[in-house]
């Protein structure tokens, strides 16, 4: 991301006062990885937790860093008497999608829109002309921590959604690869997906479950009563 999108240290010790943290992984002396956790409210007043950001440093990643983490957040999170936090991701991103739906238990019932007002697919070098034109959509997890699933997930069980399928959305597996070989069928495949994640939303559908496919995967959706 460019320079100016960076959390500056302030930002961190502000929030940190404002009651959230942030959470490091480390090997000796070196983070490699770390979230960080604010402090939300709800229209109701209820307090809940909102995860803005985990990264694991790429020499660490597929090593269970980033489930570490995300654990010790639920851990702290309802030690502090809150069960329910919330964030986004890239709805284009397939190991995001896995990570969070089938590892964390989370589901998603909210789409935004070009959520950032940015092209985060862009190389910050590249100048604006040259950049892919991608609008920043995201998925809302709702991680509900004390939900049967989300504990039997953190206790390490297996724990499958046996529900009746009531439909699924298509995103291509190499994300990445596709926006770089030809950026107009990425355009036009962004804009599918957002549709029918928005018709499937508006139809009371809730997405909890993903996948994985070698060209192709797939978000399941379900009834909300059976989730």
Not at 24 to 53: I, K, Q, T
Not at 170 to 178: D, N, R, Y
Request: with cysteine.
């Amino acid at each position: 991301m460019p320079d100016i999108e960076i959390s500056p240290r302030r930002h961190l010790i502000v929030s940190r006062q404002a009651g959230g943290w942030t959470l490091g992984a480390f090997d000796g002396e070196r983070m490699v990885g770390f979230v960080h956790h604010m402090a939300g409210v709800r229209p109701n007043n209820e307090l809940f937790g909102y995860s803005h950001m985990m990264a694991v440093a790429k020499d660490y990643q597929n090593k269970g860093i980033g489930a570490r983490l995300k654990w010790a957040q639920r851990e702290r999170s309802l030690g502090e008497g809150r069960d329910f936090i919330k964030w986004t991701w890239d709805p284009m991103q397939s190991r995001n999608a896995h990570f969070n739906l089938n590892r964390l238990g989370v589901i998603v019932e909210t789409f935004a829109d070009n959520f950032y007002g940015m092209d985060y697919n862009a190389d910050p070098t590249q100048k604006e002309q040259d950049r892919p034109g991608l609008q920043s959509d995201r998925l809302f997890a709702s991680w509900r921590l004390n939900s049967d699933r989300v504990r039997r997930l953190a206790a390490g069980e297996d724990h499958q959604i046996t529900a009746k399928l009531a439909r699924s959305i298509a995103v291509p597996s190499e994300w990445g690869v596709l926006v770089k070989a030809d950026v107009v069928t990425a355009r036009r495949e962004q804009a599918r997906v957002r549709s029918e994640f928005k018709n499937a939303i508006a139809e009371g559908l809730v997405c909890a479950a993903f996948e994985r496919g070698r060209d192709q995967s797939k978000y399941l959706f379900y009834e909300k009563e059976s989730i």
